[in-house]
């Protein structure tokens, strides 16, 4: 079946440290990759997503680029800030014709950026 | 902007008694989901609806029920709660997928349920 591996965390970083969190998937054809964040106490927001191979998705200083070939979806920021501390899931909905819409997750990575 | 809204933050309940959380969504999205979320195990999905008095079972659906009377609206029912439910509850909604579109979830703040 479908699935969503991601680095293991908690990643620690000082501000202003670049950022990457690696997510490779397993699916059939082309599915949609999105990233999800969850501040503390907090439901997830959508941070990007890519709809098909060599697509960026980018939102807040984060970037993320579709690759077919290797399968991953890695996250990346510049500059990181303190209030981008929280914990980061990387997700993706297969292509299976129609009706296919349910989300499977990676387990998330943790992130806390120190100042 | 899409906006999901769970009845609860937070709620405490006792073993055996009946619970209900609420999910209402304003956008028309025709999926709504219910997912739980504990430490280590991420995410997991209870049961998602794609219409009006439709249901489908997810990963995880032992132990609850679900109801969409309106589209706007899916309540997760558990009829006779235990502590290993224990979690945090996350309800979600999407446009229904088609035309080779797959639409992103929008999740509402999330319900801390404490059963004791």
């Known amino acids: 079946g479908d699935s969503v591996t991601q680095m293991e965390g908690p990643v620690t970083l000082s501000e202003e440290a670049f950022l990457t969190i690696n997510c490779t998937y397993t699916?059939?054809?082309?599915?949609?990759l999105f990233w999800y964040v969850q501040y503390p106490g907090e439901g997830l927001q959508l941070l990007l997503k890519?709809?098909?191979?060599?697509d960026k998705g980018s939102n807040k200083g984060f970037e993320a680029t579709y690759r077919k070939e290797t399968t991953s979806f890695h996250l990346e920021k510049g500059s990181v800030q303190v209030s981008d501390s929280a914990v980061y899931f990387c997700a993706l909905i297969p292509y299976s014709g129609a009706g296919s819409y349910q989300l499977t997750f990676g387990k998330g990575t943790k992130l806390s950026v120190i100042p | 902007d899409v906006k999901v809204t769970q009845s609860s933050r937070y709620l405490v309940k006792r073993t055996g008694e009946k619970v209900f959380l609420e999910c209402v969504q304003d956008m028309d999205h025709e999926n709504m989901f219910w997912y739980r979320q504990d430490p280590g195990l991420g995410l997991r999905l209870i049961y998602f609806s794609y219409d009006v008095k439709m249901k489908e079972k997810g990963d995880i659906p032992e132990g609850y029920s679900v109801s969409r009377e309106k589209k706007e609206r899916f309540s997760l029912i558990l009829e006779s709660a235990s502590t290993n439910q224990t979690s945090m509850y996350l309800c979600?909604?999407?446009?229904?997928?088609?035309?080779?579109?797959?639409?992103?979830?929008?999740f509402g703040p999330g319900t801390r349920l404490t059963v004791l």
């Open positions: 979600a909604s999407s446009l229904l997928a088609g035309g080779g579109l797959r639409y992103e979830q929008f």
């Open positions: 890519a709809t098909k191979a060599d």
């Open positions: 699916a059939t054809g082309y599915p949609s």
